[in-house]
């Protein structure tokens, strides 16, 4: 048979089999749309009958407190530089708490990601074990962590410590370790051949390779702590989530020592998220 008539009688042919895989792929995500509306609708259903005052019955009062916290602290704006210096320590313990346990996180997953990627692992046989222990400490929630470590010591900022560093843990572990599988296995092998140690290989043949995406993850990762930090101070973790579930709970009357909280809050996450960006930034251009 002559090729090119071969060719035309094909291509009927592969037109009707690409046609049937977009109908195939269209009618998939068809099906996924409905089954996520149903459970979108019914998750919705069952927290409404939950809900103990009804959510839309209660949507026009939405707005009512962030009104009466601006109307405060408008009234009150004479006080609110005292209130910025009398919160500010506060600030500073919920930053210490992020930056202590995005460390402690940092250097735990770097560890355990290089033991959890193959061709890089010390024990391969332990390489599942590692890894669902970073899934489990990654799906644990840092305020469940915290609330049992809160029983177990007490209050304080070192349950929070120690809780956000297990998760940071967890889910740098996870990041790390796909960053890890990409490296270039040459510098690797060669250190080998010359009677290097393991953790030798992992110093200077892994840890230059991907230590820019290490440090973007960490400063992400500082980010996302700070507001961790600040929620955990809701149940008894100390900084100023402690400070701002006190001024709430009182309500009315503290409300101007609210706003103060949420101005320092807001503007430490601003300033530490325009760091993070100029250094990762800076970091993606030396590369």
């Known amino acids: 048979m002559n090729p090119s008539t071969h060719l035309a009688h094909s291509l009927p042919t592969e037109r009707k089999d690409y046609i049937a895989l977009v109908q195939r792929k269209r009618m998939y995500s068809g099906i996924f749309l409905l089954i996520f509306c149903l459970l979108?609708?019914?998750?919705?259903?069952?927290?409404?009958?939950?809900?103990?005052?009804?959510?839309?019955?209660?949507?026009?009062?939405?707005?009512?407190?962030?009104?009466?916290?601006?109307?405060?602290?408008?009234?009150?704006?004479?006080?609110?530089?005292?209130?910025?210096?009398?919160?500010?320590?506060?600030?500073?313990?919920?930053?210490?708490?992020?930056?202590?346990?995005?460390?402690?996180?940092?250097?735990?997953a770097v560890v355990l990601s290089l033991l959890s990627t193959h061709g890089l692992a010390r024990w391969p046989k332990l390489i599942p074990v590692i890894r669902r222990l970073l899934d489990i400490m990654r799906a644990l929630p840092e305020i469940v962590i915290a609330l049992i470590l809160i029983f177990i010591l007490g209050g304080g900022p070192v349950p929070a410590m120690i809780a956000i560093a297990i998760h940071t843990t967890g889910s740098l572990g996870k990041l790390f370790s796909e960053v890890n599988e990409n490296v270039d296995l040459k510098p690797v092998e060669g250190l080998a051949s010359v009677g290097s140690t393991w953790l030798q290989r992992m110093l200077f043949a892994v840890i230059p390779q991907v230590l820019p995406n290490y440090i973007s993850y960490t400063l992400m990762r500082f980010e996302i702590n700070i507001r961790a930090s600040a929620i955990l101070g809701f149940v008894g973790a100390g900084g100023i989530g402690y400070d701002l579930k006190n001024t709430m709970s009182w309500g009315?009357?503290?409300?101007?020592?609210?706003?103060?909280?949420?101005?320092?809050?807001?503007?430490?996450?601003?300033?530490?998220?325009?760091?993070?960006?100029?250094?990762?930034?800076?970091?993606?251009?030396?590369?």
Do not use: C, M, W
């Open 252 to 287: 009315q009357g503290k409300y101007d020592e609210a706003a103060a909280i949420f101005i320092l809050l807001i503007t430490a996450i601003f300033l530490v998220d325009q760091i993070s960006s100029y250094l990762r930034n800076r970091k993606i251009k030396e590369i």
């Open 40 to 108: 979108f609708f019914s998750g919705f259903n069952l927290a409404e009958q939950r809900n103990a005052g009804g959510f839309l019955q209660g949507l026009h009062q939405l707005f009512d407190f962030p009104k009466e916290v601006i109307t405060e602290a408008i009234e009150d704006s004479a006080g609110l530089p005292r209130y910025l210096l009398q919160y500010f320590p506060s600030l500073i313990e919920t930053i210490n708490i992020a930056a202590v346990s995005t460390l402690l996180g940092t250097l735990g």
